[in-house]
């Protein structure tokens, strides 16, 4: 163990105290297989009392953007923090070769390392008997049920424990006499869509039959149940499947091999422990694993199988199957033909008569199986079969012999168990379902701290409340560190929280540490053992710090759900720090909106409050009544018990059905609507009744105009209520202009985020390519190097440019929300040659076709920017037609319901549906040969929009070509003289 650290200006080891520290390196810990060889350390180290860190980044070499900041704590560990290291290899070397796995572990020398799964030379290595385990499901197939066609998904090349797997496959087939068929054999990378994409390609491209399919991992195996079913190819019924590792659940149950994770973890940690101690240790251990057999491969359950009872044969005369059989179908076919699920019935009663009376056996509980499989798989009622299988009892039981019976009993209830499965699949394995779950206390807590967060914009106070809400979770101690310079990690962190279980822990006279150290000075105890976790910070691809965090939570998805959602609030944070001038602007438009709103709420509480006290006056002084009544702006009567009008006082500008004078000695219900007249003689009544105000709002038509008034009801005498109503119709209108303003101001605020974002995401290369060449630039003068002063120069001025042009595009972007001049009515043909003439040189270039349909209509637009609307797609259509023999560019409308769609057709290259909704982005470039920022689309689509029309592109994947369309609202087009009447594919 380490005694002392010079590294660290000649002071003990921050983490020394009297027990080793061992660091765990994991891709991640969230997921179900993840979490079970996590724990399985965790409870390791505690049993042995030693201090544990982990850190959980990704798969080495991943092809995601997203792994590479993961992966930028692999660099936190090193011989300066930890006296020994494991790292499950296995989960870490999907995407890299062995030599490159190797180069990995070595750079932690001179600490001593255990591997997990995958051996590396030079270390001693923890594995499972991937041969064995794989064997033992082959021959599981072939023997139990009879497979002689086998299909195998193959991992990654290189994988140790892949090969392992696949050699067991062939040498147990070559034990069988079974052929090793070429086309039967698929590559895969461990996910789900390989194990999709496998199914496609042995079906669709190589039209290969099999009875069974081998997948080395689970998750493929899940990817190809998924797309049999899709294809309507029933699991196990028509193809059996197996997996590899016991980390996925499918409909039905995958039958799998199960790794021995907790074991695997305790026996690195005590071989770790042994190097630490000088003792000598096995080169590989390898540790057994275990056949987990479900309804995949197509066995029954053990509930099933064990239902079955003996029975005794007996000289019964056995009545005749035909009869019986026509019979109960007789009888049983109108019961069931409105229950969709219970399609299948007839079958199935057929074939439980074959088992009965033919001794057929093996024919009913496989065909129900495969039934009630595929109605769980399709959201079916799986529970109707069990009304099927009473139905059937039902009927059939008065017919049968006591041998008949007792042998259909134990169909019925072997049928029952399956179908009991059946339910629990559905409710325990979820089509979408894949890894961990929260538990719902840990649900509600993380959505308490997703409010908290999401009301906080202040980094002081989001510190603050990401301490509260951790510590809320069970969290009592941790560090969030900020990188110094996110360019070189290993040189200095900020923290801007530290906290254990007394609260915030104040700064150090050295706000800055080493990232080494992992936290600041003196934050390790000294007499306790820690296990802490390492989780990074970044957004997108972009990573800026990391927490470290104590694990005594057992769920690794509470701490990557954790690590996400405070990554996104702190950059939010010091995104919102970056662009303070818009965040000023967009304050100052809110003050604005508050203070009308506050001006108006005091208005109106004035108003009330007047009212008030005028109402108290009337009660309190008769002889002023009617001088008040007079000088208030309402209309006030009194009505008597019997509902009679009295001394009705009209207001300034009444409107109402009638005249004033016409009120008096008439009731509600011979001047009202019912509905309102049965409200005001209510009031009446609870107003003499009670002696308190009456209260209501209601709206009432006159003429074609409505209009919103406000009722109160007083008692003013013995039997008489005095009536005061107030035309509220501005008030209402008020409140609807506020939450009108309020609704545009959250709009523009979103619109504002988004826009930020990206603009400080694209703006800020070209800044960093200018920041980076004038560095060479300096270096280049220095050494007077004229051809490369030249060349750094020129890379700056194409930087400059390009932030020029994307600027002027934004510039242009923000002009396209009001319109340029009037709309007016253009020939929409005349639109279409103006445009072609501004792309005619492109045009003629490539020899560029462009078919106009005849009889195009008239459009009320902005002609101007409708002209940039066709020319930038035009100019997209030539732009990308990419090498054709005969490039055509077709213009034309449909007619729809409300609107009409004109659309932009090419025969060019295409675009992927995967990105037919990011290329409207801003900035966005499919293609970054091409040139353009990026903007024209963007452009298009926000011209569109501000004619209340939409947009959207059609594209299929295998054919050439792309069709724009674009709508108008039938209001802003002429009725042309002829246009199709076949509406677009989509809208």
């Not at 297989?33 to 070499?61: C, H, M, S, Y």
């Amino acid at each position: 163990m380490r005694q002392h650290l010079s590294s660290f200006d000649d002071q003990p080891s921050y983490l020394y105290n009297a027990r080793p520290t061992v660091g765990l390196l994991i891709d991640a810990i969230h997921s179900v297989t993840q979490q079970n060889r996590w724990l399985g350390v965790i409870d390791a180290a505690r049993e042995a009392n030693v201090n544990l860190v982990t850190f959980p980044g990704d798969k080495l070499g991943s092809a995601h953007d997203y792994a590479t900041p993961a992966n930028i704590l692999y660099k936190l560990a090193n011989a300066q923090n930890l006296d020994g290291l494991i790292i499950w290899t296995g989960s870490l070397d999907w995407y890299v070769t062995h030599q490159q796995l190797e180069a990995f572990c070595k750079q932690y020398a001179p600490l001593p390392i255990v591997c997990i799964e995958t051996a590396v030379s030079d270390y001693p290595t923890i594995a499972i008997d991937n041969y064995q385990g794989m064997q033992s499901l082959v021959q599981h197939l072939i023997a139990e049920h009879h497979c002689h066609r086998f299909a195998f998904i193959h991992g990654p090349e290189g994988h140790r424990g892949v090969q392992e797997r696949y050699r067991a496959f062939a040498d147990t087939l070559a034990a069988h006499n079974l052929p090793l068929i070429s086309d039967l054999l698929v590559s895969g990378d461990f996910s789900r869509k390989a194990g999709e994409r496998a199914i496609s390609t042995l079906l669709d491209e190589r039209q290969a039959s099999f009875d069974a399919l081998v997948a080395v991992n689970d998750s493929m195996a899940v990817g190809a149940l998924r797309a049999l079913q899709s294809r309507g190819i029933s699991v196990p019924a028509d193809i059996a499947i197996v997996g590899f590792g016991d980390t996925e659940k499918g409909i039905p149950p995958i039958t799998t091999i199960r790794p021995p994770f907790n074991e695997m973890g305790r026996q690195a940690l005590a071989t770790l422990l042994a190097l630490l101690e000088k003792q000598s240790v096995p080169e590989l251990l390898q540790l057994p694993t275990q056949p987990i057999i479900r309804q995949s491969c197509g066995c029954f359950s053990k509930h099933v199988l064990e239902v079955t009872v003996p029975t005794k044969k007996e000289n019964a005369t056995t009545p005749k199957p035909a009869s019986v059989r026509q019979q109960v179908l007789k009888e049983l076919l109108p019961a069931v033909q409105n229950i969709p699920e219970l399609d299948e019935m007839p079958l199935l009663a057929n074939l439980f008569f074959d088992e009965i009376f033919d001794n057929c056996h093996g024919r009913f509980l496989p065909a129900l199986r495969k039934t009630v499989t595929h109605v769980a798989v399709t959201g079916g009622d799986v529970a109707q079969w069990h009304t099927g299988i009473s139905l059937l009892r039902r009927q059939a039981l008065p017919l049968l012999t006591q041998v008949d019976h007792a042998r259909a009993e134990d169909l019925w209830q072997q049928a029952r168990l399956l179908i009991n499965e059946a339910q629990q699949w559905v409710q325990d394995y979820p089509l979408n379902q894949s890894g961990s779950a929260l538990s719902p206390m840990n649900a509600v807590q993380l959505h308490h701290l997703d409010r908290a967060l999401l009301a906080t914009f202040k980094l002081a106070e989001l510190t603050k409340v990401i301490m509260q809400e951790l510590q809320r979770l069970g969290i009592e101690r941790g560090v969030i560190a900020l990188y110094q310079r996110p360019e070189t990690l290993t040189d200095w962190a900020r923290p801007i929280l530290v906290f254990d279980e007394n609260g915030r822990v104040p700064p150090s006279e050295h706000d800055l540490f080493p990232t080494r150290q992992l936290a600041p000075a003196n934050f390790f105890t000294q007499a306790k053992t820690f296990n802490w976790v390492i989780l990074p910070l970044y957004f997108h691809t972009e990573h800026f710090g990391y927490m470290l965090l104590e694990t005594n939570l057992r769920s690794g998805l509470i701490y990557e759900t954790l690590r996400r959602r405070l990554s996104n609030a702190l950059n939010g944070v010091l995104l919102v720090e970056q662009v303070q001038q818009a965040q000023t602007d967009l304050a100052q438009a809110h003050a604005e909106l508050e203070q009308r709103i506050m001006s108006r709420t005091a208005a109106l509480e004035q108003e009330i409050t007047e009212r008030a006290r005028t109402e108290t006056a009337l009660r309190e002084n008769e002889t002023t009544k009617r001088a008040l009544l007079e000088a208030i702006p309402d209309t006030i009567f009194e009505i008597d018990k019997d509902g009679f009008y009295h001394n009705f006082i009209p207001a300034e500008g009444f409107k109402n059905v009638l005249e004033p004078n016409e009120f008096l000695g008439m009731r509600p219900e011979d001047i009202l609507p019912p509905a309102l007249a049965q409200q005001i003689n209510q009031s009446v009544k609870l107003a003499l009744a009670t002696g308190n105000i009456q209260f209501h709002e209601y709206p009432l038509t006159i003429g074609d105009e409505t209009r919103y008034y406000e009722a109160r009801f007083l008692v003013s005498g013995e039997d008489r209520v005095l009536g005061i109503v107030r035309d509220i119709t501005e008030r209402k209108q008020s409140e609807a202009e506020r939450e009108q303003l309020i609704a545009e101001l959250e709009a523009k605020n979103a619109e504002l985020e988004r826009f930020t974002y990206t603009v400080s995401h694209d703006l800020k290369s070209p800044l960093v390519t200018i920041r980076g060449f004038l560095g060479f630039l300096q270096k280049d003068v220095e050494l007077g190097a004229t051809e490369r002063i030249n060349h750094d120069i020129q890379h700056i001025h194409n930087a400059t440019t390009r932030m020029q042009r994307l600027l002027d595009d934004l510039l242009e972007l923000s002009r396209v929300g009001r319109l340029i001049n009037p709309p007016q009515w253009v020939p929409y043909a005349i639109l279409i040659e103006s445009a072609f003439k501004l792309v005619m040189g492109k045009a003629s270039q490539n020899q560029v076709q462009l078919d106009i349909m005849p009889n195009l209509p008239e459009v009320f637009v902005d002609e101007l920017r409708f002209l940039e609307v066709l020319q930038n797609l035009l100019d997209n259509a030539i732009k990308f037609m990419g090498k054709q023999a005969q490039p055509r560019i077709e213009i034309g409308a449909q007619k729809l319901d409300t609107e009409t769609a004109f659309f932009v057709r090419d025969n060019g290259i295409g675009i992927k549906s995967q990105y037919h909704a990011k290329i409207f982005d801003l900035f966005e470039r499919l293609d970054e040969t091409v040139e353009g920022t990026g903007i024209g689309l963007a452009l298009v689509k926000r011209i569109v929009e501000i004619h209340n029309g939409r947009i959207w592109v059609e594209s299929n994947n295998d054919q050439p070509g792309v069709t724009f369309w674009f709508t108008l609202p039938n209001t802003a087009v002429s009725p042309p003289t002829e246009l199709h009447k076949t509406p677009p594919a989509s809208a």
